[in-house]
């Protein structure tokens, strides 16, 4: 996985002190295109628009339907307003619908349930996203919110075309849990693709170590991080659904909730670990770069301890003294050796034969096999 070092983040859209219940959308909020899905155990019909009238009309021609009103992007006020009157939305939740960066979370409500999801995936240039699902369920309608145009609930409709399960027949209940499925399916996706990509990383970490792979695991931890603070609230939000005595969360719905609840801990669990070897593999990184620094300078002391006694050689008789005054006179204690014949191959002969007896000794001590 070639891991890019960018991360698209959900903003706050609000100001400080806004009263509760201000619609807020993101500037760049795309506008929505509405998908209406009717369905009962007979047949699925299905329309589509850009306005609320393509959802009234629905209504008016299947009135005996279960209704998925499918809204893909958010950018238009006047569409989420009209929604809340129609279908008497409390304002709280409206405006959690146009704040995108929520956390998962269910709330119950007289007459319908509101629940939020995180869904993050990797883009077209492997950039780990994130953005916000959104779900109203009341009896026989599920509205549900997305920020973008992605198709990622294709297999959902295939499933609800083909009306296998009870898809079509255990209400809006459950295809609240049938689209949270999915989006904890993609999840494992995500978590698939860390997992090759922690293989790659410690491969390349074997072979050679070098600067980037620090990179690209501090990149993997930031993207396991962001799964476990989705991870963790949507586990949270499945327990309170489970638990939650509200009607449109049928006995039936909350046998497959359990299942989903199974997910997340599996989720959970993965990332952990991921998480773990992740800083694992920092750290080996970092502790094979100290050791091939104390090796280097290991090095670097053996042939400054070889060469220390020839300089010091070098140096003292480098040292310009005279071996005769103006006169002519013989100075005493003065380098007698500057006059000697040969005396320059003996003083290198010497150097050569200390340095041969330095590296016989490391030898003996085994130091060179230890580099």
Known sequence: MNTNRHHLKAKFTGKVGDMPGTLTFPDDALKPKIVVYSYNADEVQSSSGSDIEVILKQFKKCPKHTHWIKINGIGDAQLIEKIGELLNINVLVLEDIANTHQRPKFDEYDGYVFA??????????HEITSSQFAAIV????????????EKRFDVVVTRLKA????????????????????IIDQYFVVLADIGEALDTLED?????ADK?????SQHLKRAL???????????????????????LITPEVKTYLRDAYDHCIHIMDVTDSYKEITTSVMDLYLSM????????????????????????IAGIYGMNFQRQDDK????????????????????????????????????????FSKL
């Not at 007698?336 to 041969?356: D, F, K, N, R, T």
Request: aromatic share 12%.
């Open 116 to 125: 939020t999801s995180r869904i993050i995936e990797f883009d077209d240039k």
């Open 204 to 208: 390349r970490l074997y072979e050679k």
């Open 163 to 182: 009306g296998k399960g009870a898809i079509r027949t255990a209400g809006p209940g459950y295809m609240c849990y049938a689209l949270m499925d999915t």
């Open 328 to 367: 002519g006179h013989v100075i005493p204690d003065n380098m007698p050796e500057l006059y000697m014949h040969h005396a320059y191959p003996v003083c290198v002969a010497i150097m050569i034969l200390i340095a041969g007896v330095q590296l016989w000794y490391f030898t003996k001590k085994g130091w």
């Open 289 to 312: 770069v100290s050791n091939r620094m104390n090796e280097i300078m290991k090095v670097l002391t053996i042939i400054s301890v070889i060469f220390m006694p020839l300089t010091f």
């Open 225 to 247: 991080i962001m799964m476990r603070r989705v991870s963790w609230p949507e586990r949270d939000k499945i327990n309170d659904m489970i638990r939650s005595e509200s009607a």
């Open 138 to 149: 009341k009896d026989d309608i599920i509205i549900t919110f997305e920020e973008n145009y």
């Open 212 to 216: 980037s792979i620090m990179y690209d």
